[in-house]
């Protein structure tokens, strides 16, 4: 089985997104399979410190596309890829072919594997939104056989009518991480002491990530503990 993982993700930095995917990767290989990448062409892309050449090193294909390419042209560099590496499954994260799967779907002859990040709590709002938008997505999924992944079991339950998982996202203990400094250089150009505790914060969206909530309780912990 031959996977493409398509990802409009293109940061400077590979985060915890894609060492999930060299994880994932590693582990197909393992079982005789194959993972093929493309991901949307950045000022970052070719470094020979970037996560994109890190993926080249472990052995694996990496292609850049230009997003805002036509459709047409989307489709035609898709569809070389998929026939170059024989792919059985396209699997998608943040929309990078979208535009393509929907219009095209009948002349890309791989399964679709759609991979939902949005994981919206159930008290946020905008959570009824997302079921209505998914349960009219699912209709169309259905009809074009998409199957789609999510992170919330929430938002995989609101895929009505599409096939559809729920796989909640994990931490990769494979990480790519390019020390420049040492823990005393960067505690102190932080103005912080060696016994100092310190809370590092990541992510965006944050009524999502809950970075609101993270910020709170950093204060109160303060209040209680100034160091």
Not at 79 to 87: A, P, Q, V
Not at 127 to 135: A, D, E, M, P, S
Request: glycine letters at 6%; charged letters at 25%; a positive charge.
């Amino acid at each position: 089985m031959n996977v493409l993982i398509a990802a409009s993700y293109k940061a400077p930095q590979g985060g915890n997104f894609i060492p999930s995917l060299l994880k994932l990767s590693l582990m197909l290989r393992e079982q005789g399979d194959r993972a093929v990448f493309v991901f949307p062409e950045s000022e970052n892309a070719g470094k020979d410190d970037s996560w994109c050449q890190w993926l080249r090193h472990n052995g694996f294909a990496v292609y850049l596309i230009d997003k805002e390419a036509s459709e047409e042209v989307l489709l035609a560099g898709l569809l070389d890829i998929i026939n170059k590496h024989e792919i059985d499954i396209l699997h998608v994260h943040f929309g990078i072919y979208n535009r393509v799967i929907h219009r095209f779907r009948k002349k890309i002859p791989a399964k679709i594997l759609i991979h939902d990040h949005f994981g919206v709590p159930a008290h946020i709002k905008k959570t009824i939104k997302l079921r209505i938008r998914n349960i009219i997505l699912s209709a169309m999924y259905r009809l074009r056989g998409i199957h789609v992944v999510a992170v919330s079991r929430q938002i995989a339950s609101s895929f009505w009518f599409a096939r559809s998982w729920h796989v909640p996202n994990g931490l990769s203990l494979t990480r790519h991480v390019a020390q420049s400094k040492s823990r005393e250089e960067s505690r102190a150009a932080l103005g912080l002491r060696q016994q100092d505790k310190a809370c590092m914060l990541l992510g965006w969206s944050l009524d999502v990530k809950g970075l609101d909530i993270a910020l709170r309780a950093v204060e109160e912990c303060r209040k209680q503990d100034p160091d």
